[in-house]
């Protein structure tokens, strides 16, 4: 492991840490078809904690404008809140808004000012899916296959990128339990190009250039 140089900011620090932490644990499960001993508890105490603040970010970030009926209804059935019986498009909207509105809010019993560091998960998840597919050759570490991320493209949509961040979830908790994922596996490979982009864009040499 190479020594990592800090950037001075603590909490980009701990996420840069982060990401390289979870990608070598990746490296060596690829490798080995095992994980080391604390993989268990890094995955679930720190990385799968990290996902859930993106999802918790993305559930402040959603605006009603941002996404069609169609996906408002997804997002909605997927949250499993009922929207109601409505007789017309407009009734409809409205309901799907509200049922929008219970998502964003369920689990809060007051209001609280802006998760920063929610929403701090969130934009960055988001330039990390951004530039996965521009990944060059050479960073690329992913140990099956062509030596490029260029197919991995990055969610345009809310309900897409509502899906991409649920697929981090549950992959990771996939390795977490210590089932060993299939290099084939289009998620798997999704997942683990999340954190090779995501530790290549925090190192000194990507911020330098």
Do not use: K
Request: glycine share 6%; charged share 25%; with cysteine.
């Amino acid at each position: 492991m190479e020594p990592f140089a800090g950037s001075g900011f603590a909490e980009f620090d701990r996420m840069a840490a982060l990401f390289r932490r979870t990608r070598e644990l990746l490296d060596v499960l690829c490798a080995t078809n095992e994980l080391p001993d604390d993989a268990t508890e890094v995955i679930a105490t720190q990385t799968l904690p990290y996902v859930e603040d993106i999802e918790q970010g993305f559930r402040v970030w959603l605006r009603a404008g941002a996404a069609n009926i169609d996906e408002l209804r997804a997002l909605v059935a997927h949250a499993g809140i009922a929207s109601g019986t409505v007789s017309g498009p407009a009734e409809s909207r409205a309901a799907l808004l509200e049922a929008m509105n219970d998502v964003a809010l369920s689990g809060r019993a007051e209001i609280v000012p802006a998760p920063v560091r929610a929403l701090s998960a969130l934009h960055h998840a988001r330039l990390v899916f951004a530039l996965l597919p521009a990944t060059p050759a050479d960073e690329v570490h992913y140990p099956a296959g062509r030596r490029t991320y260029a197919d991995i493209l990055p969610p345009r949509r809310p309900a897409e990128l509502a899906e991409r961040i649920e697929e981090l979830e549950r992959s990771l908790w996939t390795v977490a339990t210590r089932r060993q994922p299939r290099l084939n596996d289009g998620s798997y490979r999704r997942t683990y190009g999340f954190f090779d982009t995501a530790a290549r864009i925090s190192d000194n040499r990507f911020l330098a250039s």
